[in-house]
């Protein structure tokens, strides 16, 4: 059986700055490197392969068999002298290609699909053509006749088994699976509750069925008993394979719940836009389209969200993941001599190894948009794709040259380039920049191959955007193996760089009312944390904690908000000057805050201008430090009190009335109040009506209860909450 051995990756893992792809300290550079798989395979890899960790290394041979020029290969077999069949879509195809790559047409059906192939030990081909379509015998001299016709719309899969001579056929819309002798003669071996028979191989005389839409692993005796040996979460099986150790693998597929499951709807099987074939149910035949999503961070042994999974079904009926990707759908299984899984895909015709330890490794990334089917003919690997359908032979040996393209990388200002540094061997790095996002013809060409592996400065133009690109090459092979000791490999790339400063902004400013103080919470840092430039947040540690507000009689607090494009770290100066004179004044300095609260007892009352200036000096040098700024309305500091005059008091039988004038040499009054005789305080509005001027006039009437002398006691407010009070005596 074939054996990939030699195409394991073997190398250490890649460096990994701090899990970041790009990392910079404060004031210093950014160190860009991508080191995991779902950063690596982001980029363009032609001839390499992937490994978890992100190492790169020169990938098996890949090389093109034959073209059929259709569209799709939806299915693929093989017979014990090495042909190749290949069923295609949609003009219901069949190709033949012999074991020196030469292909033919073989057969062309009145139906759209080939969707299922097999063969049996004399040779014959069996090729279920779908939809309305059914089973056709082909013999090995090309003689083409129908075998059986059965009553269903869809035929998704075939199996044969040479003990019995018996051929087995999974239809769907309505679950059915028929069991054919040699003759042509079917009978129904098992009526499931499921929709689609998706997928069948044959396990010790059983058969196992993968089913859609639930998703399930049927094992069906041959007296046509089922039995669920496992309900997958995701919604159809579409291959199936059996371990050495016995255990059933199972390769499932979530086209987000597309199908219905109402008896009579018709299935069909297409390929979207992204070259992802599904199985759907609409009356129309309408293709489903099936969107993938970004792979992030994950478990192994996670499904949510997943598009594809690999299940491994052991025999004492436990089961574990695999393989699972949220932005991949696994269509193609193949298992190894060595307990290696390959499964190829719908993103970029990507073919995943998995070892039984499950690590992957993105083993090849095929020229076409999916890799749909397997093959194993003789000694050799095929794989087959849609748009285009084309057979590609997967070699023992590795290519002699390939190619890995970065994604690109935004520095978001065009600055200073440091120096490319990498480790690996049999390696060529080359870097490109441009101002636009995707690289076109305004970029720069790529730069002459960087010699220095330790650090040799990147000779691009400065630009915005930066890409590299890494041609890997063998560096010795013994016959038309690459020794695995001069294997060219690629383990980390650095590129070190110094974006343009740019100036810090305040992007808001606003002052407290008065009375309103701020006080920072006291917060320990480890000194050889905070001496060392990294965010403390890396280490765990809450780098701020909200400032506590309390009341300070006639404070005045500016909080703000300030950003810099670099996350350079910033420091702050006030300023002040009164509203009628031209300078400045330097109120405070150093301030790390991003609050500032005034003693207003510090400045004479009056109406002030403050100024918040936020500097990115800590993280610059001296004479490329910026500044940003901005400036509060006209502020009032008053700690002067209202003064308040005494008009009367006249008493009329029970009633007093004294009037109370008031004025504020800074500020507004806004509140007046009275008390009789050291009762509680009660609200007076200003003759006027309204309290919202600095001289104010306040009438009070009371009713004196009793005769003697009584007391009306008064206060005001301004608008900085300075409080003056006041007296009268009445007699009754």
Known sequence: MFNLRLFRPALAAGLLMLALSGLAFSGGPVFWEISKQEDVVKGDARGVSIAENGAIQLAPAYSLVYDTKEAYIWSSAADSAGNIYLGTGHEGRIFKVDPSGAGKLLYDAGELDVYAMTTDTGGNLYAATSPDGQIYKITPDGRA?????????????????????????????????????????????????????????????????????????????????????????????????????????????????????????????????????????????????????????????????????????????????????????????????????LVGTNNKGRIYSVSPTRAQTLLIQSPEDQTSTFITAGESLYATSSNLGRLYRIGRETVSEGTYTSPVRDTRFAGQWGAINWRGGGVEIQTRTGNTESPDATWSDWSAVYRNQSGDQVTSPRARFIQWRATLRSSSTARGKTTSDKAAHLQSVVIAYLPRNQAPEINSLTVFPAGVAMQEMPLAVD?????????????????????????????????????????????????????????????????????????????????????????????????????????????????????????????????????????????????????????PWTLVFPTDGIADSARESFRVKVNLNTAGPHVIAFRCADSSLNVGTSKAQAVR
Do not use: C
Not at 146 to 165: E, G, M, Q, R, V
């Open 145 to 341: 006749a129908a075998f059986y016709d059965p009553p269903d719309k869809y035929i998704w899969s075939l199996a044969f088994d040479a003990a019995t001579s018996t051929l087995y056929a999974g239809t769907g819309d309505k679950g059915v699976i028929y069991k054919i002798d040699p003759q042509g003669k079917a009978n129904v071996l098992a009526d499931t509750n499921e929709n689609n028979i998706v997928s069948l191989i044959l396990d010790r005389g059983n058969l196992i069925a993968g089913t859609d839409p639930g998703g399930l692993v049927l094992r069906i005796s041959p007296d046509g008993k089922v039995f669920a040996l496992f309900d997958s979460p995701l919604q159809e099986i579409h291959s199936l394979a059996l371990a050495g150790d016995g255990s059933v693998m199972a390769l499932a597929v979530n086209a987000q719940s597309q199908r219905q499951s109402s008896a009579g709807v018709s299935s069909t099987s297409s390929l979207s836009s992204e070259g992802v074939i599904t199985l759907s149910t609409d009356d129309q035949d309408q293709p489903t389209v099936v969107s993938a999503s970004d792979n992030s961070q994950r478990g192994r042994s996670r499904v949510d969200n997943a598009r594809g999974a690999l299940f491994r079904i052991r025999a004492d009926g436990s089961s574990d993941v695999v393989w699972s990707a949220t932005d991949s759908i696994g269509f193609a299984l193949r298992l190894l001599a060595d307990g290696q899984a």
């Open 527 to 679: 000194p050889s944390v905070a001496s060392s430039g990294l965010d403390p947040q890396i280490f765990g540690i809450i780098s701020s904690v909200p400032p506590r507000r309390y009341y300070q009689k006639g404070a005045r607090t500016i909080v703000w908000q300030a950003a810099d494009a670099n996350d350079d770290s910033l420091v702050y100066r006030i300023f002040y000057r009164t509203v009628e004179e031209p300078q400045w004044h330097l109120l405070a300095d150093n301030v790390t805050q991003f609050y500032y609260t005034i003693d207003a007892s510090r400045l004479p009352d009056g109406a002030y201008l403050f100024k918040v200036e936020a500097s990115d000096s800590p993280s610059n040098p001296l004479d490329m430090a910026m500044t940003g700024e901005e400036m509060t309305d006209a502020v009032e500091l008053d700690n002067t009190p209202p003064a308040i005059r005494v008009v009367g008091p006249s008493v009329t039988g029970q009633t007093a009335e004294v009037t109370f004038e008031v004025a504020d040499a800074t500020g507004r009054v806004i509140r007046g109040e009275y008390s009789l005789d050291g009762g």
